[in-house]
């Protein structure tokens, strides 16, 4: 019973390097997102994706890319790290209804990343 | 814009003791209403959420916040606090846009400590 599975766990970046966080999940959800959490600060969204194909911004997007080319993963892009990008990113997922508000948010346990 | 307080940055309580954590929200039409905790070194998970109807509501874990739309908050509440409790929670509003429940825009979060 995975849930929703996030890697690495942790990461040490230079400036300048590009990396990507891994999401993914086995609960046949089609919404995903990326959020970033700053010491003493609240999530920030990121990107998110309502389905295979669809991705759109969130709150914080510059920095960073996604794709969705599956269902299951949701892989997100850091292209030039900066130190601004220190940070804790989560993945999450959910399953949209009908009845929308029945939702609920499954969270990974976090990518912890620096960038020196 | 939408935007969530919380003004306590840090609570100590003694276990047994009640505990309300306070969550005052911005926002210009019915909000939807969460709160979430979060224990070290894992993500997010649901306590509680408002959508309309009555203002009370109970949540996970012995929880549960009332909603006030005259004072324009959301405040958690658990009568009798247990070690176990110590962890970060955060308030979130829903940002509405993209119809999904995972666009939140969160509170910086309340630390919980727990004292014996």
């Known amino acids: 019973n995975a849930g929703v599975t996030q890697t690495p766990k942790f990461r040490i970046l230079k400036i300048g390097q590009s990396m990507t966080l891994q999401c993914t999940q086995d609960?046949?959800?089609?919404?995903m997102y990326w959020y970033r959490q700053d010491p003493g600060m609240g999530l920030k969204l990121i990107y998110y994706s309502v389905g295979a194909g669809i991705t759109d911004k969130g709150e914080v997007p510059n920095g960073y890319n996604v794709s969705r080319s599956t269902t299951e993963d949701f892989p997100l892009r850091l292209e030039l790290a900066a130190p601004s990008q220190t940070s804790v990113y989560f993945c999450?997922?959910?399953?949209?209804?009908?009845?929308?508000?029945?939702?609920?948010?499954?969270f990974g346990s976090g990518t912890q990343l620096s960038v020196l | 814009a939408q935007s969530v307080t919380q003004p306590d940055i840090h609570i100590t309580v003694s276990e047994g003791a009640s505990l309300e954590l306070r969550c005052n929200y911005s926002y210009g039409a019915t909000p939807y209403l969460f709160w979430y905790v979060q224990s070290p070194g894992q993500g997010l998970q649901l306590l509680l959420k408002y959508f309309s109807g009555d203002t009370l509501v109970q949540g996970i874990k012995g929880f549960e916040a009332e909603f006030k739309r005259s004072q324009s908050s959301f405040n958690l509440r658990k009568p009798s606090v247990h070690w176990s409790d110590a962890a970060e929670y955060f308030c979130a509003v829903d940002a509405r846009y993209g119809g999904s429940q995972g666009n939140l825009i969160f509170g910086k979060g309340t630390k919980l400590s727990v004292k014996p």
């Open positions: 999450a997922s959910s399953y949209s209804l009908l009845n929308k508000w029945d939702e609920k948010l499954f």
């Open positions: 609960m046949n959800h089609n919404y």
